[in-house]
T-cell receptor
Framework: DTGVSQDPRHKITKRGQNVTFRCDPI?????LYWYRQTLGQGPEFLTY????????KSRLLSDRFSAERPKGSFSTLEIQRTEQGDSAMYLC??????????????FGEGSWLTVV | GQNIDQPTEMTATEGAIVQINCTYQ??????LFWYQQHAGEAPTFLSY????GLEEKGRFSSFLSRSKGYSYLLLKELQMKDSASYLC??????????FGGGTRLMVKP
């Protein structure tokens, strides 16, 4: 399967612990996005990369959140000192730039985080 | 920034036609996406409109009016499996999507 893959799919953690999620985009896609989604809401943009450069960060992305894409391929999203309000599904997505259908953004299955 | 509005819930009957509306107020608007999302799953791409007009893809069609800041998704010959949330998203520079809250469609027999 060559879609966007995310790991882990589910994570339960205690408040105050750190968690890290990984995303592997579609192989030829140079843009990678992180979104957060809570129940009954649409996804909210967090940050995006073009290759290894992080080009935009939402104000939602507090200092406890950090994302990296060191080699322009996979990405990690780390949440430090988790809070109960961080409980959500974290979605990764990828796209190419330009070309027919190049703007289409494909989402992974998401990583569910529950902070207890 | 962008502001995307769509109805929270809709109900329709199997075999019928349903139209889900979306209005947007944007800066730097490039185009408009529609995604389908089943409960607990990732959003899946349905359509992307850049130009005004109607684009048809099988049972699903999407319409855009840039001057009115308005789009709709039209679903024909509804099937039970079409019960899902439908997400409208505005696309701005860098393909950063701003999503509406989603419209939960319930298809009844």
């Amino acid at each position: 399967d060559t879609g966007v893959s995310q790991d882990p799919r589910h994570k339960i953690t205690k408040r105050g612990q750190n968690v890290t999620f990984r995303c592997d985009p579609i192989s030829e896609h140079n843009r990678l996005y992180w979104y957060r989604q809570t129940l009954g809401q649409g996804p909210e943009f967090l940050t995006y990369f073009q290759n290894e450069a992080q080009l935009e960060k939402s104000r939602l992305l507090s200092d406890r959140f950090s994302a990296e894409r060191p080699k322009g391929s996979f990405s990690t999203l780390e949440i430090q000192r988790t809070e109960q309000g961080d409980s959500a599904m974290y979605l990764c997505a990828s796209s190419t730039t330009g070309g027919a259908g190049g703007n289409t953004i494909y989402f992974g299955e998401g990583s569910w985080l529950t902070v207890v | 920034g962008q502001n995307i509005d769509q109805p929270t819930e809709m109900t329709a009957t199997e075999g019928a036609i349903v139209q889900i509306n979306c209005t947007y107020q944007t800066s730097g608007f490039n185009g408009l996406f529609w995604y389908q999302q089943h409960a607990g799953e990732a959003p899946t791409f349905l359509s992307y409109n850049v130009l005004d007009g109607l684009e048809e893809k099988g049972r699903f069609s999407s319409f855009l009016s840039r001057s009115k800041g308005y789009s709709y998704l039209l679903l024909k010959e509804l099937q039970m499996k079409d019960s899902a949330s439908y997400l409208c998203a505005g696309d701005s520079a860098g393909n950063m999507l701003t999503f509406g809250g989603g419209t939960r469609l319930m298809v009844k027999p």
